[in-house]
T-cell receptor, first 114, second 112 residues
Framework: GAVVSQHPSRVICKSGTSVKIECRSLDFQATTMFWYRQFPKQSLMLMATSNEGSKATYEQGVEKDKFLINHASLTLSTLTVTSAHPEDSSFYIC??????????FGSGTRLTVV | DAKTTQPPSMDCAEGRAANLPCNHSTISGNEYVYWYRQIHSQGPQYIIHGLKNNETNEMASLIITEDRKSSTLILPHATLRDTAVYYCIVRSRRTGANNLFFGTGTRLTVIP
């Protein structure tokens, strides 16, 4: 079946630095990818939707200049958390949509900002 | 997409069937019912989906009522590895790549 690889699985960074998270569709082309954030004991909250070759669409309240999303190819989308602060510590998850209508999720990235 | 209502938590004895209910009373004719689960600190995993008819795969069975206003996910022989949060999601397959809206889900705990 479809596989989405998300890296890194866990990252600790210092406050003020930037962190890049990669999401790759391994055996299919993902025209659309979604980025979610999940705080402890809460559900997944959509941050942004990215379409290959175009600018991402951000949900209300999500700062586009802080969470940079690039979807330069049909198999790769990246999320960069810029100038990270402790409140950005969370579980970040990507999801890829393929043309057959299926959604495949990455394994998630646990970000801790110290 | 129609919203769903699920109980916040359920327990199930290991080896017994786990029946997870979901209400989706505002579902429309072209909307499917999807089930995903999320094991702690992992990404959601697809389980099953259906439109009208009951569906079964190697993981679970999905029972949809005739009026389609509710459904039940059945894990026939629950194991400890089935402990997870289960999400029932309703969406149309015809609207292209739209976000999957995750509600609060049901936290299933399988007890030894």
């Amino acid at each position: 079946g479809a596989v989405v690889s998300q890296h890194p699985s866990r990252v600790i960074c210092k406050s003020g630095t930037s962190v890049k998270i990669e999401c790759r569709s391994l055996d299919f082309q993902a025209t659309t990818m979604f980025w979610y954030r999940q705080f402890p004991k809460q559900s997944l909250m959509l941050m942004a939707t990215s379409n290959e070759g175009s600018k991402a669409t951000y949900e209300q309240g999500v700062e586009k200049d802080k969470f940079l999303i690039n979807h330069a190819s049909l198999t790769l989308s990246t999320l960069t958390v810029t100038s990270a602060h402790p409140e950005d510590s969370s579980f970040y998850i990507c999801s890829a949509w393929d043309s057959s209508g299926g959604y495949t999720f990455g394994s998630g990235t646990r970000l801790t900002v110290v | 997409d129609a919203k769903t209502t699920q109980p916040p938590s359920m327990d199930c004895a290991e080896g017994r069937a786990a029946n997870l209910p979901c209400n989706h009373s505002t579902i429309s004719g072209n909307e499917y019912v999807y089930w995903y689960r999320q094991i702690h600190s992992q990404g959601p995993q697809y389980i099953i989906h259906g439109l009208k008819n009951n569906e079964t795969n190697e993981m679970a069975s999905l029972i949809i009522t005739e009026d389609r206003k509710s459904s039940t996910l059945i894990l026939p022989h629950a194991t400890l590895r089935d402990t997870a949060v289960y999400y029932c999601i309703v969406r149309s397959r015809r609207t292209g790549a739209n976000n999957l809206f995750f509600g609060t889900g049901t936290r299933l705990t399988v007890i030894p």
